[in-house]
C-alpha cells in the first residue's frame, strides 16, 4: 500500500489514484541515493515517474536534465508527465506509464 503524502499536489494526487485503481504496486515521495526525491517509483519495474508542475518545470530546463542523467546512470528508468497533460487525460498519461514501464 502506497503511503500517502499530505502535500501532495492535485495532479499527483490524480496520478497515485489511477495507479492504485489499477492495482500498481508503487512507493511516492521515494528518496533516492542519488540525493534526489521522486515523486513516484514503481519498483519491480525500477521505473521513477515525475509529475511536473508547470510552474517549476518548463521545457528544456537544465536542472531536469542533469537529474534525468543523474537518475539514468543510477541505472532507473525515468518518465515525466507534465501537469497539463494529466489534466487534459490522466487515463492516457497512465498509459504512457505503463507502456514504459515495460520497455526493456
Do not use: S
Not at 492504485?20 to 519495474?45: M, N, S
Not at 532507473?76 to 497539463?84: A, L, Q, V
Request: proline fraction near 2%.
Amino acid at each position: 500500500m502506497a503511503k500517502i503524502v499530505f502535500n501532495e499536489t492535485k495532479p499527483e494526487r490524480m496520478v497515485r489514484e489511477e495507479l492504485t485503481r489499477r492495482g500498481i504496486i508503487f512507493i511516492q515521495e521515494k528518496a533516492l541515493r542519488l540525493g534526489f526525491v521522486a515523486d513516484f517509483f514503481i519498483p519491480d519495474k525500477n521505473l521513477l515517474i515525475e509529475v511536473d508542475g508547470e510552474h517549476w518545470h518548463i521545457k528544456g530546463n537544465k536542472r531536469d536534465g542533469f537529474r534525468d542523467y543523474m537518475i539514468r546512470r543510477g541505472g532507473y528508468k525515468i518518465i515525466r508527465i507534465r501537469e497539463k497533460d494529466i489534466y487534459a487525460n490522466v487515463l492516457k498519461c497512465i498509459e504512457e506509464i505503463v507502456k514504459k514501464a515495460n520497455q526493456r
